[in-house]
T-cell receptor, first 117, second 114 residues
Framework: ETGVTQTPRHLVMGMTNKKSLKCEQH?????MYWYKQSAKKPLELMFV???????ENNSVPSRFSPECPNSSHLFLHLHTLQPEDSALYLC????????????????FGPGTRLTVL | QKEVEQNSGPLSVPEGAIASLNCTYS??????FFWYRQYSGKSPELIMF????GDKEDGRFTAQLNKASQYVSLLIRDSQPSDSATYLC??????????????FGKGTSLLVTP
Protein backbone atom coordinates (compact mmCIF):
# COMPACT_ATOMS: atom_id res chain seq x y z
CA GLU A 1 0.00 0.00 0.00
CA THR A 2 1.61 3.24 -1.09
CA GLY A 3 -1.36 5.48 -0.31
CA VAL A 4 0.10 6.50 3.05
CA THR A 5 3.85 6.48 3.56
CA GLN A 6 5.86 6.96 6.73
CA THR A 7 9.53 7.61 7.37
CA PRO A 8 11.63 6.44 8.98
CA ARG A 9 10.39 2.87 9.34
CA HIS A 10 12.62 2.25 12.35
CA LEU A 11 14.09 4.74 14.81
CA VAL A 12 16.27 4.28 17.86
CA MET A 13 16.85 7.36 19.95
CA GLY A 14 18.17 8.36 23.34
CA MET A 15 16.07 10.20 25.86
CA THR A 16 17.82 13.50 25.14
CA ASN A 17 17.52 13.35 21.36
CA LYS A 18 15.16 15.28 19.14
CA LYS A 19 13.73 13.52 16.11
CA SER A 20 10.74 13.80 13.80
CA LEU A 21 8.44 11.26 12.22
CA LYS A 22 7.03 12.04 8.79
CA CYS A 23 3.81 10.92 7.16
CA GLU A 24 2.59 11.62 3.64
CA GLN A 25 -0.72 10.63 2.12
CA HIS A 26 -1.30 10.39 -1.62
CA UNK A 27 -5.05 9.75 -1.44
CA UNK A 28 -6.38 13.30 -1.56
CA UNK A 29 -7.81 12.92 1.95
CA UNK A 30 -8.66 15.83 4.23
CA UNK A 31 -7.95 14.30 7.63
CA MET A 32 -4.79 12.77 9.10
CA TYR A 33 -4.15 10.96 12.36
CA TRP A 34 -1.35 9.85 14.63
CA TYR A 35 -1.82 6.63 16.62
CA LYS A 36 0.41 4.88 19.13
CA GLN A 37 0.36 1.10 19.34
CA SER A 38 2.06 -0.52 22.31
CA ALA A 39 2.24 -4.22 23.00
CA LYS A 40 -0.93 -5.68 24.51
CA LYS A 41 -2.80 -2.36 24.22
CA PRO A 42 -5.41 -1.06 21.80
CA LEU A 43 -4.49 1.54 19.24
CA GLU A 44 -4.35 4.88 21.01
CA LEU A 45 -5.40 7.95 19.07
CA MET A 46 -2.94 10.78 19.69
CA PHE A 47 -3.82 13.60 17.30
CA VAL A 48 -6.31 14.35 14.56
CA UNK A 49 -5.91 17.02 11.90
CA UNK A 50 -8.75 18.02 9.63
CA UNK A 51 -8.03 20.47 6.82
CA UNK A 52 -4.69 21.18 8.53
CA UNK A 53 -6.30 22.18 11.80
CA UNK A 54 -5.91 20.08 14.92
CA UNK A 55 -9.33 18.84 15.93
CA GLU A 56 -8.39 16.36 18.60
CA ASN A 57 -5.57 16.00 21.09
CA ASN A 58 -6.04 13.12 23.46
CA SER A 59 -4.05 14.29 26.49
CA VAL A 60 -0.76 13.48 24.85
CA PRO A 61 2.38 14.56 26.75
CA SER A 62 4.00 17.73 25.44
CA ARG A 63 7.13 15.81 24.48
CA PHE A 64 5.10 14.83 21.40
CA SER A 65 4.43 17.78 19.11
CA PRO A 66 2.45 17.37 15.86
CA GLU A 67 2.66 19.56 12.79
CA CYS A 68 0.48 19.54 9.71
CA PRO A 69 1.84 21.99 7.12
CA ASN A 70 -0.65 20.92 4.42
CA SER A 71 -3.32 18.31 3.85
CA SER A 72 -0.83 15.76 2.52
CA HIS A 73 1.87 15.91 5.18
CA LEU A 74 1.91 15.25 8.89
CA PHE A 75 4.85 15.30 11.28
CA LEU A 76 5.34 14.16 14.84
CA HIS A 77 8.22 15.94 16.55
CA LEU A 78 9.76 14.04 19.43
CA HIS A 79 11.92 15.37 22.25
CA THR A 80 12.98 14.19 25.69
CA LEU A 81 11.16 10.89 25.27
CA GLN A 82 10.93 8.16 27.88
CA PRO A 83 11.54 4.42 27.44
CA GLU A 84 7.79 3.81 27.83
CA ASP A 85 7.27 5.82 24.65
CA SER A 86 8.77 2.94 22.68
CA ALA A 87 6.01 1.72 20.38
CA LEU A 88 4.77 1.52 16.83
CA TYR A 89 3.60 4.95 15.68
CA LEU A 90 1.01 4.80 12.94
CA CYS A 91 -0.23 7.52 10.66
CA UNK A 92 -3.62 7.25 8.99
CA UNK A 93 -5.74 9.37 6.69
CA UNK A 94 -9.38 9.59 5.70
CA UNK A 95 -11.71 11.71 3.61
CA UNK A 96 -13.89 12.54 6.57
CA UNK A 97 -17.11 14.50 6.51
CA UNK A 98 -18.46 14.64 10.04
CA UNK A 99 -21.78 12.89 10.32
CA UNK A 100 -21.67 11.30 6.91
CA UNK A 101 -21.52 7.53 6.75
CA UNK A 102 -18.93 6.08 4.46
CA UNK A 103 -16.45 8.88 4.89
CA UNK A 104 -14.66 7.82 8.04
CA UNK A 105 -12.73 4.84 6.72
CA UNK A 106 -9.14 5.29 7.74
CA UNK A 107 -6.15 4.00 5.80
CA PHE A 108 -2.92 3.38 7.64
CA GLY A 109 0.70 3.87 6.77
CA PRO A 110 3.29 1.17 7.50
CA GLY A 111 4.28 2.73 10.82
CA THR A 112 7.49 3.78 12.50
CA ARG A 113 8.89 1.37 15.08
CA LEU A 114 10.36 3.64 17.76
CA THR A 115 12.76 2.47 20.45
CA VAL A 116 13.78 4.88 23.19
CA LEU A 117 16.90 3.90 25.09
CA GLN B 1 -15.92 5.90 28.38
CA LYS B 2 -16.39 4.44 24.94
CA GLU B 3 -15.24 0.84 24.97
CA VAL B 4 -14.75 -1.76 22.29
CA GLU B 5 -14.21 -5.25 23.63
CA GLN B 6 -12.67 -8.23 21.89
CA ASN B 7 -11.48 -11.58 23.14
CA SER B 8 -7.70 -11.46 22.78
CA GLY B 9 -7.47 -15.14 21.85
CA PRO B 10 -5.62 -16.79 20.34
CA LEU B 11 -8.47 -18.30 18.40
CA SER B 12 -7.23 -21.44 16.69
CA VAL B 13 -9.15 -22.97 13.78
CA PRO B 14 -8.15 -25.68 11.30
CA GLU B 15 -7.62 -24.80 7.67
CA GLY B 16 -10.89 -24.78 5.76
CA ALA B 17 -13.05 -24.10 8.82
CA ILE B 18 -15.09 -21.00 9.59
CA ALA B 19 -13.45 -18.52 11.95
CA SER B 20 -15.83 -16.38 13.99
CA LEU B 21 -14.53 -13.18 15.57
CA ASN B 22 -16.70 -11.15 17.90
CA CYS B 23 -16.71 -7.58 19.14
CA THR B 24 -18.97 -5.70 21.56
CA TYR B 25 -19.20 -1.97 22.05
CA SER B 26 -20.59 0.22 24.79
CA UNK B 27 -21.65 3.39 22.97
CA UNK B 28 -25.23 3.01 21.72
CA UNK B 29 -24.72 6.02 19.46
CA UNK B 30 -22.13 4.16 17.37
CA UNK B 31 -22.98 4.19 13.70
CA UNK B 32 -20.07 2.79 11.72
CA PHE B 33 -18.13 -0.39 12.32
CA PHE B 34 -14.88 -1.60 10.84
CA TRP B 35 -12.77 -4.73 10.78
CA TYR B 36 -9.04 -4.36 10.22
CA ARG B 37 -6.48 -7.13 9.85
CA GLN B 38 -2.98 -6.64 11.23
CA TYR B 39 -0.13 -9.01 10.55
CA SER B 40 2.69 -9.10 13.07
CA GLY B 41 4.93 -6.08 12.66
CA LYS B 42 2.68 -4.54 10.00
CA SER B 43 0.06 -1.81 10.02
CA PRO B 44 -3.70 -2.43 10.09
CA GLU B 45 -5.39 -2.95 6.75
CA LEU B 46 -9.10 -2.51 6.21
CA ILE B 47 -11.11 -5.67 5.56
CA MET B 48 -14.71 -4.47 5.76
CA PHE B 49 -17.00 -1.81 7.11
CA UNK B 50 -20.68 -2.13 7.95
CA UNK B 51 -23.32 0.45 8.88
CA UNK B 52 -26.65 -1.37 8.80
CA UNK B 53 -28.01 -4.21 10.89
CA GLY B 54 -27.65 -7.60 9.27
CA ASP B 55 -24.97 -9.25 7.19
CA LYS B 56 -22.55 -7.87 4.65
CA GLU B 57 -20.56 -10.29 2.54
CA ASP B 58 -17.32 -9.73 0.65
CA GLY B 59 -15.68 -12.84 -0.71
CA ARG B 60 -14.81 -15.17 2.16
CA PHE B 61 -15.60 -12.48 4.72
CA THR B 62 -19.00 -11.71 6.26
CA ALA B 63 -19.56 -8.92 8.75
CA GLN B 64 -22.61 -9.11 10.97
CA LEU B 65 -24.04 -6.19 12.91
CA ASN B 66 -26.65 -6.24 15.65
CA LYS B 67 -27.11 -2.75 17.07
CA ALA B 68 -29.75 -3.82 19.59
CA SER B 69 -27.30 -6.23 21.19
CA GLN B 70 -24.32 -3.95 20.48
CA TYR B 71 -22.15 -6.50 18.82
CA VAL B 72 -20.44 -6.88 15.50
CA SER B 73 -18.80 -10.04 14.24
CA LEU B 74 -16.60 -11.16 11.39
CA LEU B 75 -16.87 -14.60 9.83
CA ILE B 76 -14.07 -15.95 7.68
CA ARG B 77 -15.09 -18.91 5.57
CA ASP B 78 -12.62 -21.50 4.27
CA SER B 79 -9.93 -20.16 6.59
CA GLN B 80 -6.39 -20.23 5.24
CA PRO B 81 -3.06 -20.12 7.09
CA SER B 82 -2.53 -16.71 5.48
CA ASP B 83 -5.52 -15.45 7.47
CA SER B 84 -3.49 -15.87 10.66
CA ALA B 85 -3.25 -12.34 12.05
CA THR B 86 -4.74 -10.04 14.66
CA TYR B 87 -8.18 -8.73 13.78
CA LEU B 88 -9.10 -5.30 15.09
CA CYS B 89 -12.63 -4.10 15.56
CA UNK B 90 -13.18 -0.32 15.32
CA UNK B 91 -16.28 1.71 16.03
CA UNK B 92 -17.25 5.30 15.29
CA UNK B 93 -20.05 7.52 16.50
CA UNK B 94 -20.02 10.12 13.73
CA UNK B 95 -21.29 13.05 15.76
CA UNK B 96 -19.84 16.49 15.27
CA UNK B 97 -17.10 16.07 17.86
CA UNK B 98 -15.97 12.55 17.16
CA UNK B 99 -16.68 12.08 13.50
CA UNK B 100 -13.01 11.53 12.89
CA UNK B 101 -12.06 9.26 15.76
CA UNK B 102 -12.31 5.49 15.61
CA UNK B 103 -12.33 3.55 18.87
CA PHE B 104 -10.35 0.35 18.50
CA GLY B 105 -10.54 -2.90 20.41
CA LYS B 106 -7.37 -4.69 21.50
CA GLY B 107 -7.78 -7.22 18.72
CA THR B 108 -8.26 -10.97 18.49
CA SER B 109 -5.35 -13.12 17.44
CA LEU B 110 -6.39 -15.77 14.89
CA LEU B 111 -4.28 -18.82 14.13
CA VAL B 112 -5.27 -21.05 11.22
CA THR B 113 -3.51 -24.38 11.41
CA PRO B 114 -2.75 -26.45 8.28
Amino acid sequence: ETGVTQTPRHLVMGMTNKKSLKCEQHLGHNAMYWYKQSAKKPLELMFVYSLEERVENNSVPSRFSPECPNSSHLFLHLHTLQPEDSALYLCASSQAVSGRLGTDTQYFGPGTRLTVL
Amino acid sequence: QKEVEQNSGPLSVPEGAIASLNCTYSDRGSQSFFWYRQYSGKSPELIMFIYSNGDKEDGRFTAQLNKASQYVSLLIRDSQPSDSATYLCAVNRLDSNSGYALNFGKGTSLLVTP
